[in-house]
């Protein structure tokens, strides 16, 4: 049996039969997409709302991305870090160009990026401010949403996340995110770190109060303490700027990347700030086989002159502000959070009851998530004014 007779059925009780039940994916069985477009293995097309969770800014096969990619598997696609390539360096330096940071260091998966954040947080607490050894802490915000590693679950408050995994990493404390006054109570002599999502993208697209991230800026400059801003889903434009925290004017002494940096054409993440901090890590502390590839970083490189000309950072603000301003109109739609073009739209209660909204959506072409009553709203950038309109017209449709 070849792929290309399979029915999406097929396809559907086919995964149920071999895959891991890690997922329950929406019935639509996808084989093709093109920026903001994507269709399915009968041909049937669909606006894109989802994003790849973000990870899609720049649309589905982005031209400019797809040539870096076909080039470079013509030449060279892994070195390993036990060589030199000739795409890790442009593309550490670029990156931290774009993002006006100091020192790159390249992974994969999201996860991997949180986790070794962690890791430069507790060396630097002990090499640099002086915490006894085993004793450092990192405090995070309730809600968080930071990767599925072990390390990582050990912090969510999602319980499902953790349920029958344990035991976990300690050395965690979860306070409420937005909370300052929370912060500062949590904060002792043995903090290494704050982690933080600048806007909580899987809590529901939650942007904080006005004035918290620089508080929380100040209070760590207070504490000598590290912020580290995840910025794997709400970076890279998807909420305006380059950076989500640039809104807010304030800086963090490391950032993490994914989703986007490769514009989802494959894995690449990385840990990025300042070069006192990342500098803890020395040879044979950390690595990763694909980590820093040529292949990814030549990808990445794409990804960063995409974003250098400013041209996606723009869309997101203005098609986001009509976004928002037609999202708001709505009937049934009770409120709507975000920045850009990345909306979490809460539906009333008595709209949702007993309907499932996004199957109705998909019925009409839009594919969307909905999670505890909102829908998460994340086009990719190269979205139009028209496929906007279009999109909300179908949820309007279906709200009605
Ligand atoms: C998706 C996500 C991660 C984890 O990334 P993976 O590539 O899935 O490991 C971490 N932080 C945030 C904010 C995310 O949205």
């Known amino acids: 049996m070849t792929v290309d007779t399979l029915s999406p059925q097929d396809h559907i009780a086919l995964a149920e039969?071999?895959?891991?039940?890690?997922?329950?994916?929406?019935?639509?069985?996808?084989?093709?997409?093109?920026?903001?477009w994507v269709s399915d293995v009968e041909g049937r097309r669909y606006l894109d709302f989802h994003g790849g969770y973000s990870a899609i800014n720049f649309g589905h096969r982005h031209p400019a991305l797809v040539a870096a990619a076909k080039t470079q598997l013509d030449r060279l696609t892994l070195s390993t870090r036990a060589f030199h390539n000739d795409q890790y360096a442009p593309f550490c330096r670029d990156l931290a160009e774009l993002t006006n940071t100091e020192m790159v260091l390249p992974s994969n998966s999201g996860g991997e990026a949180i986790d070794t954040a962690v890791k430069i947080a507790r060396k630097w607490a002990y090499q640099v401010k002086g915490v006894p050894d085993g004793a450092a802490e990192i405090i995070v915000a309730g809600a968080n949403f930071h990767g599925r590693t072990m390390t990582i679950i050990s912090f969510s408050t999602h319980d499902n996340h953790r349920a029958g995994f344990g035991p976990f990493t300690p050395g965690f404390k979860v306070v409420p995110f937005g909370d300052i006054d929370a912060l500062r109570s949590a904060v002792t002599e043995?903090?290494?770190?704050?982690?933080?999502?600048?806007?909580?993208?899987?809590?529901?697209?939650?942007?904080?109060?006005?004035?918290?991230?620089?508080?929380?800026?100040?209070?760590?400059?207070?504490?000598?303490?590290?912020?580290?801003?995840?910025?794997?889903?709400?970076?890279?434009?998807?909420?305006?700027?380059?950076?989500?925290?640039?809104?807010?004017?304030?800086?963090?002494?490391?950032?993490?990347?994914?989703?986007?940096?490769?514009?989802?054409?494959?894995?690449?993440?990385?840990?990025?700030?300042?070069?006192?901090?990342?500098?803890?890590?020395?040879?044979?502390?950390?690595?990763?086989?694909?980590?820093?590839?040529?292949?990814?970083?030549?990808?990445?490189?794409a990804t960063v002159a995409l974003l250098a000309t400013g041209e996606f950072q723009e869309r997101s603000r203005e098609l986001g502000a009509h976004l928002h301003a037609r999202l708001n109109e709505l009937d049934g739609v009770t409120e709507v959070r975000g920045r850009g073009l990345w909306a979490g739209v809460q539906i009333a209660e008595e709209r949702t009851a007993g309907r499932r909204v996004t199957e109705l959506l998909a019925e009409r072409g839009l594919l969307c998530k909905e999670d505890r009553g909102h829908l998460r709203v994340a086009p990719p950038l190269v979205v139009t004014l028209e496929e906007i309109d279009l999109g909300v017209d179908m949820i309007a449709d279906v709200l009605a």
């Open 17 to 36: 039969r071999w895959g891991a039940h890690d997922s329950v994916p929406f019935p639509v069985v996808l084989a093709g997409g093109e920026g903001a």
């Open 190 to 301: 043995n903090t290494a770190a704050v982690l933080l999502e600048p806007i909580q993208g899987e809590a529901g697209i939650v942007v904080p109060p006005k004035g918290y991230l620089a508080e929380v800026r100040e209070l760590c400059d207070d504490s000598n303490t590290l912020f580290i801003a995840d910025e794997i889903q709400c970076g890279l434009a998807r909420s305006g700027p380059t950076l989500a925290l640039d809104e807010a004017g304030v800086r963090a002494d490391l950032y993490t990347l994914g989703k986007s940096l490769s514009g989802g054409l494959l894995p690449l993440s990385a840990v990025i700030g300042r070069a006192d901090v990342i500098g803890v890590i020395t040879p044979g502390d950390h690595g990763s086989t694909f980590g820093g590839s040529p292949l990814a970083c030549a990808v990445g490189r």
